[in-house]
């Protein structure tokens, strides 16, 4: 059999073609994460195209965080990942075709979302483990610990997303986590004094309550007012804020180091 070609004036390349067959044979048979694809040797027999465009195709789904590919080893179909949409985001920053407003915007709609269907759906466990993380950033106030307060706010929202019940919210809160580093830090950071921190913990601390409470209105209500009121009084200015948004950032860990 051999490949289907496209329209004349899509000028595809073979190995653009050859990934598109893969991506409908995955939905034809069905497949999930960690199922294993056809061999690139198989598809050169089924499409009687070269190896050299084949590897490409599989490369190419490799990149978009499709494929999983080892020597010696059968492809097989990776789980959904944050990374390549956290590339994605942070090269709109860096070539300007975003600001950085644009992405603070997105997170906060999205948060918002995320306290609303978590009031909804939360287990008792993730319930006690938002509590647990309150604890920390209370004492990491007391102690003067960037790291866990750092470490403490991003278990918060990640343990938020993944109660709202939307395995999307935590794809995108996490994709959206890179490019919004240097917001993370300076919002959590030795900048703020210790009466503002206290007021940072005491608004998460109130998402928890409305969570709790099974008060989705409540919860965005209370997600909202945080978000609003943290970004308001950051110690930065906007133009400062996102003036190096083409620089590239350090990663958290590196961050966390310097501190």
Not at 164 to 184: D, Q, T
Request: glycine share 4%; charged share 25%.
């Amino acid at each position: 059999m051999s490949v289907k070609l496209l329209q004349a004036n899509e000028r595809p390349t073979l190995s653009s073609q050859v990934a598109r067959y893969l991506l409908d044979l995955i939905s034809r048979q069905r497949l999930r994460p960690g199922d294993h694809v056809p061999s690139e040797v198989q598809i050169c027999r089924d499409l009687q195209v070269s190896r050299g465009s084949v590897r490409e195709a599989y490369r190419t789904l490799a990149a978009l965080g499709i494929l999983e590919i080892e020597t010696g080893k059968r492809p097989r179909l990776q789980p959904m990942s944050a990374h390549v949409l956290s590339q994605v985001f942070g090269y709109a920053l860096t070539t300007a075709q975003v600001r950085g407003s644009d992405v603070i915007q997105l997170r906060r709609a999205i948060e918002v979302q995320v306290a609303q269907l978590a009031a909804l759906n939360a287990t008792d466990l993730q319930k006690m483990q938002l509590k647990g993380y309150i604890d920390q950033m209370r004492q990491s106030v007391e102690r003067a610990d960037h790291r866990l307060r750092m470490v403490a706010d991003m278990a918060f929202h990640t343990t938020l997303a993944e109660a709202s019940g939307n395995p999307l919210n935590e794809l995108l809160l996490a994709a959206l986590r890179a490019p919004l580093e240097k917001v993370m830090h300076l919002d959590l950071g030795d900048r703020r004094s210790q009466v503002e921190l206290v007021r940072i913990v005491d608004a998460h601390q109130l998402i928890v309550e409305r969570v709790c409470a099974g008060d989705p209105v409540g919860a965005g209500a209370a997600m909202a007012c945080h978000f609003d009121l943290s970004m308001a009084s950051l110690p930065i200015s906007d133009e400062e804020l996102f003036a190096e948004s083409a620089a590239p950032a350090l990663t958290l860990a590196e961050r966390m180091d310097r501190t």
